[in-house]
């Protein structure tokens, strides 16, 4: 089975701190993904990546940044926190389908 | 822009009954569809999936319905237990398979025992 493995379950973090969010796969997948979730709102894109050193905008980019510097690890953001960041993050990883991982639950205070 | 919706944010059904979870979907290019079962504290997991080529696709307890026409994605669950208990989502993809994905807002289904 795919594993998509995302480094920490619960974060808070200060505004104004940098964050950073690592997500490893381990099937060889071209295509990762970030998103965010929000009661109400669903999933949301924020960057994705369809190879090494690739990366393209998702439908919600703003205040964040991504790095794909290997092929297994795609690497979310904050470049300095706000509270309106408080969310839910996933990574997904794809070949043909989406794997998850557990996700990262991020609190800004 | 092109958007998943679902018309139900919540579904309770009594266990054993069969659930049904509706999707719209506004982009008629779309041709590979997935539903999504999360768990609370999980992230999302693969249900079913189907492409645009078919109307009906059957997995174990779950069936997806795909009316083109109507640009209608359905979900039916089977003899529906309390694990099944979860929010679903649906989601559509336009082009490259493993690409972007555009999820629908989610529908919480509750299992009364």
């Known amino acids: 089975d795919v594993k998509v493995t995302q480094s920490s379950r619960y974060l808070v973090k200060r505004t104004g701190e940098k964050v950073f969010l690592e997500c490893v796969q381990d099937m060889d997948h071209e295509n990762m993904f970030w998103y965010r979730q929000d009661p109400g709102l669903g999933l949301r894109l924020i960057y994705f990546s369809y190879d090494v050193k690739m990366k393209e905008k998702g439908d919600i980019p703003e205040g964040y940044s991504v790095s794909r510097e290997k092929k297994e690890r795609f690497s979310l953001i904050l470049e300095s926190a706000s509270t309106n960041q408080t969310s839910m993050y996933l990574c997904?990883?794809?070949?043909?389908?989406?794997?998850f991982g557990s996700g990262t639950r991020l609190t800004v205070v | 822009g092109e958007s998943v919706g679902l018309h139900l944010p919540t579904l309770s059904v009594q266990e054993g009954d069969n659930s049904i979870i509706n999707c719209a979907y506004s982009?008629?290019?779309?041709?590979?569809f997935i539903w999504y079962k999360q768990e609370s504290g999980k992230g999302p997991q693969f249900i079913i999936d189907?492409?645009?080529?078919?109307d009906k696709r059957q997995g174990q307890r779950v069936t997806v319905l795909l009316n083109k026409t109507v640009k209608h994605l359905s979900l039916q669950i089977a003899a529906t237990q309390p694990g099944d208990s979860a929010v679903y989502f649906c989601a559509e993809n336009v082009g490259n398979q493993g690409g972007k994905l555009i999820f629908g807002q989610g529908t919480e289904l509750s299992v009364k025992p």
């Open positions: 189907i492409r645009s080529n078919m």
């Open positions: 997904a990883s794809a070949k043909y389908g989406y794997t």
């Open positions: 982009n008629s290019a779309s041709d590979y």
